[in-house]
C-alpha cells in the first residue's frame, strides 16, 4: 500500500482509480474500520468507468468535484467509508487545482451535507464547491 504522493491521472488533474483505493486504506487504517477492503471484483475499473470518466467530461474543477463526491459513494466499491473516502478525494483534488472551497456552513452541516450529498444535484454540489452555499432546505431535519 503506498503512502506516498498520488500520481494523478492525465486528465485534469483528476486521482487515479488507485489514487481513491490509497486513499481509502488509509481512512481503514485511521479509522479502525470494522468493514474492510472491497465490495466489488475490479475495483479500478468500476472507479474508472464510472467515476474517472464521468468527471472528465465535466467543464471545469468544481464540476469535476461533485462528480467525485456523489459518484464514488453512489458506486460503492468500498465496504465501509464510500463517504468518507469520496470527501477527502474531492477535498484534495479541489487544493491540487487551487480551488479550495470556502464553505459558510458549520462543519456539522458540511457533514451532513456530505452524508446527503446523493439527495443534490451535481450542479449543485458544484456550485457549492464554488461558492461555499448550497439549499440546506433539501437536509433533513435529524
Excluded at 60 to 82: G, M
Excluded at 85 to 90: G, N, P, S
Aim: proline fraction near 6%; charge should be neutral.
Amino acid at each position: 500500500m503506498s503512502h506516498g504522493c498520488c500520481k494523478m491521472s492525465t486528465d485534469n488533474k483528476l486521482p487515479t482509480p488507485q489514487d481513491i483505493i490509497d486513499v481509502h486504506d488509509r481512512l481503514e487504517e485511521q479509522y479502525e474500520l470494522k468493514h474492510t477492503g472491497t465490495m466489488k471484483a475490479a475495483p479500478k475499473s468500476k472507479l474508472r468507468r464510472e467515476v474517472i470518466k464521468p468527471a472528465q467530461e465535466r467543464d471545469n474543477p468544481y464540476q469535476r468535484a461533485a462528480v467525485l463526491l456523489f459518484k464514488i459513494p453512489s458506486v460503492h466499491v468500498f465496504e465501509d467509508a464510500n463517504k468518507r473516502t469520496a470527501w477527502t478525494v474531492t477535498i484534495r483534488y479541489l487544493d491540487r487545482v487551487g480551488a479550495t472551497p470556502e464553505f459558510t456552513q458549520s462543519n456539522e452541516t458540511i457533514e451532513k451535507i456530505v452524508r446527503r450529498a446523493g439527495l443534490f444535484y451535481p450542479d449543485a454540489l458544484a456550485e457549492w464547491f464554488k461558492t461555499g452555499e448550497i439549499d440546506e432546505s433539501k437536509l433533513p431535519e435529524h
